[in-house]
């Protein structure tokens, strides 16, 4: 699915070479901060495009065809402060709906039923910048849902939610048929995943069976923790 | 007075946005023909019950954003009494009150995507001439989406700072707030693009 693909951002590389074909219905990808995860995913949904390379899902070019690219796979933000486009919440999930092409009403009805589908139709009408973190990231979830991408990808969806709401995230992730891409750096996200990727300063350092590469990043990342590499600077 | 849609549920949420708003045109019409501060007088208080009909709630919410008049018309209160017109002041008030109450009454039982649909229609023999307007509604949603996400934080940066600062917020923080709300920007291309940009699939 990735072929050969760099990203040069400035004079950093972000990304270099990386090559992967991802057939599994789930796959993590693990890496510290600053490894490159998020431009990674969105080189996979084809906000941006590569330097070298090109990222496709079933023989279509991600940056080029925004068209198929649309139906292939969907994106939750790493912050949904930063994916919400809408003051409501039915406009922000009927936006993609009418973006695949469905007129207003044939999207206000999708809406309906996605919000009765996860047991949200008190939300018709809530204001967003209202919403709690949780309440947020769910909405997106819901908004990407709704166009039914064949994969998701969720850059570290639950970074600042506490226990009770990520265990209801979980669910809601674990319900969803579509392929997902799971971007984060704690080990316990992924732990029942199919396969995971440890991405390592723009490269793939390790890749396959869960538990083995969990278990060496796990290693890597406790030995790092008793180092002092944050008086490093990058660049 | 961009009073959000209210989230209250009044009968006048299920009439047509199209119905509503060509209502407002003729009513706001009509208070420009009246002249006598009698019947003016009356329209208010229609347009009073009007509102009061929504319950008591939602007619304090409407009372609170209708709020930010009351400069205006101790204003023209003062300019009319210097001028001694006392009954055309009264005229302009009565006037000005009842055309705003109706229509924030209108802003808030209307849902923004219903109301850009109507600009929308209005506007569409622009098409005809090769202009989109759905620049036009994406950026009304814009508006009223990023306002108070702005203005919030603005609000968070002046907290930064009165917990590090005795001093009153400066103009420094003009700077910072600029590059959040440019950075934001990108953040909406960035989301725009995520679920097909600004081109729509027919
Ligand atoms: N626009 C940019 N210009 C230059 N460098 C960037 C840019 N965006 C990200 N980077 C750098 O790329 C690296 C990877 O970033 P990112 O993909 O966000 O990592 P992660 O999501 O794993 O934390 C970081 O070192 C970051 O500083
Ligand atoms: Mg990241």
Redesign the interface.
Known sequence: MLEDVSVRLGDVDVLSAISLRMQERRVGIVGRNGSGKTTLA?II?G?QAPTRGSARIDGDDMARD??SA?RAV??L?Q?P????????V??EI???L????HD?DAAARETSAILSRFGKSGWH?????SLSQGQKQLVCLM?VLA?RPRLIVLDEPYSGLDIPTRMQLVRYVDAVEASVVQITHDPDHVRAFDRVIWLDEGSVRMDGPTDEVLAAFEAQMTAWGQDDDLSDLAG | MISLTSPVETWAHDVPAGVKLAALSAATVGLFALQNPIWLGVALVCAGAIVLSGGLRFARAAARSLRILIPFLALIAVWHGVTGQIEAGLVVALRLLTALTLANFVTMTTRLTDMVAVAAFLLSPLRRFGLSTRAFELSIALVVRFTPAIAQKGGLLAEAWRARAARRVGWQIVMPLAAIALDDADHVADALRARGGLDQTP
Do not use: S
């Open positions: 969105r949904a906000l925004r068209k649309l969907g994106i933000f912050n402060d930063h994916q919400i486009i809408f003051p409501t039915d406009e009927a936006f993609g009418m973006q695949l092409g207003r009408g809530a204001a967003t910048h908004a166009m």
